[in-house]
């Protein structure tokens, strides 16, 4: 939007108008069409909470992704970020299956970072969970690492059944990429941002910077699904059941 009215003020206001007014309509658009709603829709109900899951569940891998590592390590306490439902989910499936086996997959954002999983197991053990139950992989920086290393690490029979705990959103993502690595897990969402009623095509509603923001991580979430696919790490487009 800034650089079409920049435009305005020269010999291609042209453009300048086309591409102001096209920003405009796009903030409009996710705002009165609530683009995030429909997308999070697909995303979040693509793979339904396991119910009932029976006792025979061998272990349950958590994905990483859920502490703010930098706030963390500045202020001494645990923060958890908007992903912060999957080590409360973890904790609590945990509990349920005191036998199981517990995974925490997730290293950090670059290579070498370990961080996360270290502070992960202080939350963890602030949740009451034993962090001495639970194998850490901390070398992926991604969705299809935290399945291939984490595949390696654990070597799951094909009998077994083993849960595994990320935000609904990802799921669609991550379980393509558990696939791909040969292992057929047990998808248990958690962190659902929406109802899982179909959202009205309309919103009278006018919130457009925010409506726009909300919309960034699911319009992620389909790139990345996008590149996935195009890369071979997820054999499905959009993974169902």
Known sequence: MLVGVAALWTRYYIWGRLIATSAALLVLGASTLQASDHL???????FPVPSPLGDNVTGIVVLGGSVNVDIMRARGQPTLNHNGDRLVQFVTLARQYPE?????????????ETDEAAFSMRVLADLGLDPRRVQIENR?????????????MVRPKPDESWLLVTSAAHMPRAVGA????GW???????GFAT?????KVFSLGWKPFEALLHTRPYLYEFIALAVYRWRGWTSELLPAP
């Open 100 to 112: 199981a086996r517990l995974v925490f997959a997730g290293g950090g954002s670059s290579p070498g």
């Open 40 to 46: 999070a829709y697909v995303l979040e109900n693509r």
């Open 184 to 190: 057929h897990v047990v998808p248990y969402p958690t």
């Open 178 to 181: 558990f696939r791909v690595a």
């Open 195 to 199: 109802s899982p009623n179909r959202p």
């Open 140 to 152: 992926s920086t991604s969705t299809r690492e935290n399945a291939v290393f984490a595949y390696e």
